[in-house]
């Protein structure tokens, strides 16, 4: 049985197809991810990646083909950080609210939040550097302010897989090398699986793997495999300098 | 004067004016507890909507004799559930079906009215509520429900937060979205069905939405917004009840009065706050 889960991928995308109202936007995605791992997706705009990550947090089932989880990975051990927030304008919430509801899943249906769970809270208002605002109101904030936000509180939800869609996008560069690193933290140090859409450049430095979408699957392979090839020197040539 | 406090002596002594005060304050408590979610789901109207099927449920039961809870219960539930889905998941949209539903529902009960006796006392109560006409076995009703939709809202107030801010985050990170959806369309109907006889089919709604509003108007977190409408609109029912005694005011009218006023209030208190910060901004 261990050697069973051992041998088993975390995610395993099977000639994944995905649609809205019948149009397919996305098709014949195939790869598998180990624990561990750090995908990079990235495409131009329009070419399926949030649509992929939505089929991913299984928001969205696919039209052909399957995505299969394992090594006991659940919905509960994901966290997710949204492209843009869903929550509307005046929506009453302050930031610890917000943050708090990220903690919602690892409560094992127990319906308030412990002293540990606030804790953890706090910890990861302190690491996005947003603790001095957790009373604040959450609609009150910058864009960038927000984004944060929605990182500490896909930090609070995560267990095994962090999905993040452009979660830099709009950021200064200080700020951005700031996510990155926390983003690598959480990878090397908690072994945490990572899947991120970006276009920069800085954030492949940093991934093992690449997944380069153009309403289908371009190229999917190890990262330093990448680079070598005609599409990853396109890209890069395209998005700047390392 | 001391005939003023005789009369307030005897309303208290009075089993009708108890059991009003009883009903009245523990489904303003659970309408406004409910209320903020359906405020900022953008499903305000839902108040209106089921109020009407449940006076069209009321007239069909009057005309076949039978007592009102038994079919306004049940249909109200499912026009409930139905509502929340067809927003969700259709080409229909919420408001659209909630005015469909509405519209159906008012031409079954005027039908309904038409083919028997007419309007008769019970029909008219549910029109315009009649807060005053509870009997002992409509307060036990009204105040168990009540009591279970209070103690549901804070067993799941964590879960409704969640799927009312984000509902694709909870969904993605494991909440089962559909299942407190569903709460919240069951708690809302028992609500409107309890609410109905004491406001009104006309009034209910204003009973969910202004609570929410008014406490939104100066509140910027979720907990407090709730726990704000919930004494807020437990004290506008008192100030309501409060001027049906002494001015002789329709209950339901009054209450939704004291709601508007305490909106107008709350407004001018955050324009004021806001023009205060504005003006301290220029001065640093
Ligand atoms: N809710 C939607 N309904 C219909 N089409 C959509 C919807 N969301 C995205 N699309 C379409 O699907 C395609 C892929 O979108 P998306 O996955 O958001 O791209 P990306 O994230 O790579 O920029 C686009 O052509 C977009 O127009
Ligand atoms: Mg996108």
Redesign the pocket.
């Given at each position: 049985m261990r050697v069973v889960t051992i041998l088993m991928s975390l995610i395993n995308c099977k000639d994944v197809s995905l649609a809205?109202?019948g149009?397919i936007?996305?098709s014949d995605v195939n790869f598998q991810l180990n624990s561990g791992d750090y995908l990079c997706v990235v495409?131009?705009?329009?070419?399926?990646?949030?649509?992929?990550?939505?089929g991913l947090l299984r928001l969205k089932s696919p039209v052909s083909g399957e995505i299969v989880f394992s090594d006991g990975l659940y919905s509960s051990h994901i966290g997710y950080m949204p492209?843009q927030s869903a929550a509307q304008r005046d929506f009453p919430a302050t930031v610890f609210e917000v943050v708090l509801s990220g903690r919602l899943n690892s409560r094992r249906g127990k319906p308030f939040y412990s002293k540990s769970d606030r804790q953890e809270v706090s910890e990861k208002l302190y690491d996005v550097g947003m603790e001095g605002l957790k009373k604040h109101s959450y609609q009150e904030l910058s864009g960038g302010q927000q984004q944060r936000v929605l990182l500490a509180r896909a930090l609070c939800a995560t267990k095994k897989l962090i999905l993040l869609?452009?979660p830099v996008s709009g950021l200064d560069p200080v700020v951005t090398s700031e996510m990155y690193s926390l983003i690598q933290e959480v990878n090397k140090k908690d072994g945490i699986t990572v899947i991120m859409?970006s276009h920069d450049l800085n954030a492949i430095k940093y991934s093992t793997h690449i997944l380069h979408?153009g309403?289908t699957q371009l190229f999917f392979g190890k990262t330093a495999e990448y680079v070598e090839t005609p599409l990853g020197k396109r890209f890069i040539g395209e998005n700047g300098n390392v | 004067m001391s005939e003023f406090f005789m009369y307030i002596a005897e309303l208290f002594a009075a089993p009708f004016f108890v059991r009003a005060l009883i009903v009245g304050t523990l489904v303003s408590l659970c309408s406004s507890l409910l209320g903020v979610s359906l405020v900022l789901k953008r499903y305000s109207m839902i108040g209106t909507g089921l109020s009407n099927v449940s006076f069209g449920c009321v007239t069909v039961a009057v005309a076949l004799n039978i007592a009102p809870l038994y079919i306004s219960i049940p249909v109200v539930v499912a026009s409930s559930f139905l509502l929340l889905r067809i927003s969700d998941n259709s080409k229909i949209k919420g408001d659209s079906a909630i005015a469909m539903i509405s519209s159906g529902a008012i031409s079954i009960g005027v039908m309904a009215v038409y083919l028997t006796s007419g309007v008769t006392n019970d029909v008219c109560g549910y029109m315009f509520g009649s807060v005053f006409s509870l009997t002992q076995s409509d307060m036990v009703f009204s105040a168990a429900l009540s009591v279970v939709v209070i103690i549901m809202f804070v067993i799941f107030y964590n879960r409704i937060f969640a799927v009312t801010f984000d509902e694709n985050f909870a969904r993605a990170t494991g909440t089962n979205a559909g299942r407190y959806n569903a709460v919240i369309a069951l708690l809302t109907a028992s609500t409107i069905v309890v609410g109905m006889k004491m406001m009104g089919t006309l009034l209910i709604s204003s009973l969910i939405i202004f609570p929410a509003l008014t406490s939104m108007r100066l509140f910027k977190s979720f907990k407090i917004v709730v726990v704000c409408s919930g004494f807020l609109s437990v004290f506008c029912f008192f100030i309501g009840m409060a001027l049906t005694v002494i001015f002789e005011a329709p209950a339901g009218a009054s209450v939704v009065i004291a709601h508007i006023a305490f909106f107008l209030i709350f407004s001018a208190v955050s324009a004021l706050k806001k023009i205060r910060k504005r003006s301290i901004e220029i001065n640093e």
């Open positions: 809205y109202d149009n936007v996305l495409g131009e705009n329009g070419s399926g990646k949030s649509t992929l990550i939505k492209q869609d452009e859409v979408l309403n | -």
